[in-house]
């Protein structure tokens, strides 16, 4: 089995040195296995959460917090 190519998820650029590799974690696919995340060492501590992702998550915390008040 063969590795694919990894690339920065900071600035998609591609490891030159392995060990420079920082595996971040796996994002799920909605159709299949999904892929894992890498940053060179550098930008390791730049990568933050899925703006998005962490809206979403808000607004469910806020409603479930007025609904529990209620």
Same mark, same amino acid.
């Given at each position: 089995m063969t590795t694919g190519l990894h690339f920065c998820c $900071?600035?998609? %650029?591609?490891?030159n040195? !392995?060990?420079d590799a +920082? $595996? #971040?974690g796996? %994002? #799920?696919g909605n159709s299949g296995?999904?892929?894992?995340?890498? *940053?060179h060492r550098a930008h390791a501590e730049? +990568?933050? !959460?899925? !703006? +998005? *992702?962490?809206a979403i998550l808000a607004r469910v915390l806020i409603t479930r *917090? #007025?609904?529990? %008040?209620e």
């Open positions: $900071y600035c998609d %650029e591609e490891f040195d !392995p060990d +920082v $595996y #971040l796996h %994002e #799920l296995p999904g892929w894992d995340i890498w *940053a730049l +990568v933050g !959460p899925d !703006p +998005v *992702a962490t *917090a #007025l609904q529990a %008040e």
